[in-house]
């Protein structure tokens, strides 16, 4: 019963903790949303993730993210969890005015929640129209980073030889042969390998990977410039052939393995592509699981690690990670009982999230990386020192003012009020550093200066009409976390 004590009443301070250090955001479809993240303009890549696969908040303020970047700041890829292939279908009518990917296109694996939905046709349609105004070699591309193309991969490597080197195609599709007829299951493919029932295929794949490069040496001496993106389309899905290989052999050897091949592969590709194109800047879309830092998580004390950790590690400060999450939402486009299944999850799901996260700042609390809602560098809030949390709450810009709770700062080092006695009306309310200086009004602290406002209990806003669910933001480490309040 003490434990138990001890962990209530340190999770009211780690509570207290992070309403202090939020930031509230305008609604997604607010016209001021997108604007919050200027602050980001001056990275080479933003990651943004999802709790969840397919929740139209999610995608929404995404798409508006990354429109802001694109158009203010020079974004130029956009490159997604999906697979090579299929995102080519994408970046085709985005960027050389094909026909928009039909839902019911069977060449297109992905599940229709996931990238052909509404918001993601919303999206392209918009990065479409930007485009036709540019030069072709300014116009922002569409990319997949995923490696479940096997059988589509294979087919394009051979397309490419076939229309430029007919000998080179034959030879290809000998090599890919030895693993032609597990293209559509090769999980099935992976189990025979592992238990020893087939012989691997892997010098195949290297050999023809390894001929395609000797093709790109040939158009780089090519003074004309050569067929230099339809190679580079054929040898990225030949990587994916080589990874894919290895990807399905090592699901049986381990889920850390696997996971990390997957993840190794996505952040090759990402880098393939900030090569492949001229002062490339990156928006990278993906689910929280890959965006953040694993590092910093159990997955990397479980010896995984993911794109967000390898992007941190090469980037530095010129990437930020931004993970997406909610506490509540409706599952809409599913019958009824699923609906009940996924929420029953959700809702344990959520609830073990949050008080691990609550757990995991007094643990840190307690081995003293003590939490502080201050922060300074040239990249405005981005900057961190050492174990600190690090946000705030910015007013909406309309003519209201934010109001704290006087309660919600009982026992905050360093607040302190003007007058007879604490917290008397009309005191002055100090110690609350950039969030600026509150006066008590009617039993309440009002913060006159808009710009920045402290987040605690009993702030209240008005809500616009029309605006989309509402969003907080909250700093955590070198990361970011928005949290979405709506229906999913």
């Known amino acids: 019963m003490s434990i138990h004590s001890a962990i209530t009443a340190h999770s009211r301070e780690g509570l207290q903790t992070l309403r202090m250090n939020m930031e509230a955001l305008p609604g997604s479809d607010a016209p001021g949303f997108g604007d919050m993240f200027d602050r980001f303009g001056d990275a080479r890549i933003v990651l943004l993730g999802e709790a969840t696969h397919g929740t139209h908040e999610f995608y929404a303020a995404r798409a508006q993210i990354t429109r802001r970047l694109i158009e203010h700041h020079g974004f130029n890829v956009v490159a997604v969890e999906g697979d090579w292939p299929d995102i080519a279908r994408f970046d085709d009518y985005v960027r050389h005015g094909a026909p928009r990917p039909k839902s019911g296109d ?121 067929d230099g993106e339809a190679y580079f389309d054929a040898e990225q899905n030949a990587r994916i052939v080589r ?74 400060d010129r990437c930020v990670l931004i993970g997406f999450g909610t506490d509540r939402g409706t599952v809409a486009a599913a019958p009824f009982m699923t609906q009940v299944l996924v929420l029953c999850g959700v809702a344990i799901a959520m609830t073990v999230g949050v008080y691990g996260f609550v757990a995991g700042i007094v643990k840190i609390d307690d081995a003293g990386l003590h939490l502080s809602g201050s922060s300074s560098g040239a990249r405005g809030d981005r900057a961190v020192a050492g174990g600190e949390l690090h946000a705030y709450m910015q007013a909406p810009e309309r003519d209201v003012l934010a109001e704290l709770e006087p309660s919600s700062l009982a026992g ?77």
């Open 106 to 226: 069977t060449r297109v694996r992905f599940p229709t929640w996931m990238w052909r939905n509404e918001d993601v046709r919303m999206f392209a349609d918009w990065l479409r129209h930007h485009n036709a105004a540019l030069p072709e070699a300014e116009r922002t591309a569409m990319h997949g980073l995923d490696i479940y193309s096997l059988g589509e991969s294979i087919d394009a490597v051979v397309d490419y030889l076939d229309a430029r080197a007919p000998a080179a195609a034959a030879e290809a599709r000998r090599r890919y042969g030895c693993l032609t007829p597990w293209q559509d299951e090769p999980q099935v493919y992976g189990r025979a390998v592992t238990q020893g029932v087939l012989a691997p295929c892997e010098t195949a794949v290297v050999t023809q990977l390894g001929d395609l490069f000797q093709r790109r040496m040939a158009l780089v001496g090519d003074t004309s410039g050569g």
């Open 243 to 316: 990874a894919a290989e290895l990807y399905y052999r090592a699901m049986y050897r381990g889920a850390a393995e696997s996971w990390n091949l997957r993840d190794r592969h996505m952040f090759d590709t990402l880098q393939a592509l900030m090569a492949h194109r001229k002062e490339a800047r990156a928006v990278i879309w993906a689910h929280n699981s890959h965006v953040g830092n694993a590092a910093a998580t159990a997955m990397g004390w479980g010896g995984e690690f993911n794109i967000g950790e390898l992007v941190r590690k090469a980037y530095g």
């Open 412 to 488: 905050v080092e360093g607040v302190r009020s003007e007058g007879a006695t604490e917290m008397a009306e009309g005191s002055a309310v100090h110690g609350l550093g950039r969030r600026g200086q509150g006066v008590v009004q009617h039993g309440r602290i009002v913060f006159e200066e808009r710009e920045m406002a402290p987040a605690a209990a009993g702030l209240r806003q008005e809500e616009e009409e029309g605006e989309g669910a509402s969003w907080v933001m909250l700093r955590y480490f070198d990361s970011f976390y928005l949290a979405a309040d709506g229906d999913g």
